[in-house]
């Protein structure tokens, strides 16, 4: 799994933790349909595992995006697990840049340290998993 770090301070144990745990489940739900799927199948199995292994998520949670102090637009973060970690559910040829600038702006934005980029289109999950960390100032 790949790691980008802004300005980086690695997350407590607890939270990484977690991350490992939404990881597994991913994996888990990887497994089963496999790749060739889109985005909405992957988001919504994850779901579905994160669910049975009780854990708590908020999905497709608007954030708003904000110019100056004033509100200007608004993302959708695909899940919000634990009310702590983001994570952001792709079914694409290869993750590019603008991908990982999605999840760090999630991070900004809902002020969040640790986001998970996971890439559902490859035949090995951790070939399409990226750990984002952004501590804020």
Not at 18 to 34: C, N
Not at 40 to 53: D, F
Not at 108 to 123: D, S, V
Request: aromatic share 6%.
């Amino acid at each position: 799994m790949g790691c980008t770090a802004v300005h980086w301070k690695e997350p407590d144990e607890e939270l990484d933790r977690l991350a490992h745990d939404v990881v597994d489940a991913a994996i888990t739900v990887h497994r089963e349909p496999g790749p060739g799927f889109l985005e909405s199948v992957y988001e919504e199995a994850l779901c579905v595992e994160l669910k049975m292994r009780g854990m708590e998520f908020v999905r497709q949670l608007p954030v708003p995006v904000l110019y100056k102090g004033h509100e200007v637009g608004e993302g959708r973060l695909d899940l919000l697990v634990e009310d702590v970690l983001v994570v952001e559910v792709k079914a694409v040829e290869s993750l590019a840049p603008v991908h990982s600038a999605q999840v760090i702006s999630y991070l900004k934005a809902t002020r969040h340290q640790l986001g998970l980029l996971m890439n559902f289109n490859t035949p090995l999950l951790k070939d399409g998993l990226k750990r984002i960390i952004f501590s804020h100032s």
